[in-house]
């Protein structure tokens, strides 16, 4: 692999854990962690969704790069994505004229995108979340894209959920 990339991936993981640590605004990390991961595999566009205990709602808490109205196009059938994040399997959509887990193919050809990588993540017992990139055209992501969003995902649970215990510990009566 080129040392320039590695120096880029390098840095990028740096500079979300010293924004984690330094406790900066959970949106502003999650816009960071979403622009990174754009950037670095050249998609065009990425979200950070949330699927919490007893709702079967994917709530995007970080968008880069797509329309308000491709966002809320339900674009992806939900239910399908829903039980694949529960089980943790990655995925990967590079025909969306043709497969059956893409509701709404005509907002994804509005928005330019014919394929998608979704990463799940568990965030703690009963939060998941799903690392989705969208890109133009088909992506066959390599092992280094792979591992650096893997590691970008596991960043975003852990300040998703440091984020939570920083509300509830804010909440506690004394």
């Not at 995925?91 to 330019?112: M, P, T």
């Not at 995108?113 to 133009?136: C, D, H, M, Q």
């Amino acid at each position: 692999m080129n040392e320039n990339i590695i120096d880029s991936y390098f840095y990028s993981l740096v500079r979300v854990i010293d924004a984690i640590y330094q406790e900066e605004e959970l949106a502003d990390i999650l816009y960071f962690i979403c622009s990174l991961g754009a950037e670095i595999t050249g998609a065009k566009g990425v979200t950070i969704r949330v699927l919490e205990h007893g709702t079967f709602d994917l709530r995007v808490v970080s968008s880069y790069g797509l329309s308000p109205e491709y966002l809320h196009s339900g674009a992806i059938d939900h239910g399908k994505s829903i039980t694949e994040i529960i089980q943790g399997n990655i995925i990967i959509i590079n025909d969306f004229e043709k497969d059956s887990r893409v509701q709404n193919a005509e907002a994804a050809r509005k928005e330019g995108i014919k394929a998608v990588i979704g990463i799940p993540f568990t965030v703690n017992e009963t939060t998941y979340s799903i690392l989705r990139l969208y890109f133009p055209a088909r992506k066959v992501p390599t092992h280094e894209e792979m591992e650096l969003l893997n590691s970008l995902g596991k960043l975003s649970c852990l300040a998703i959920e440091r984020a939570a215990v920083a509300v509830a510990k804010n909440n506690v009566i004394h």
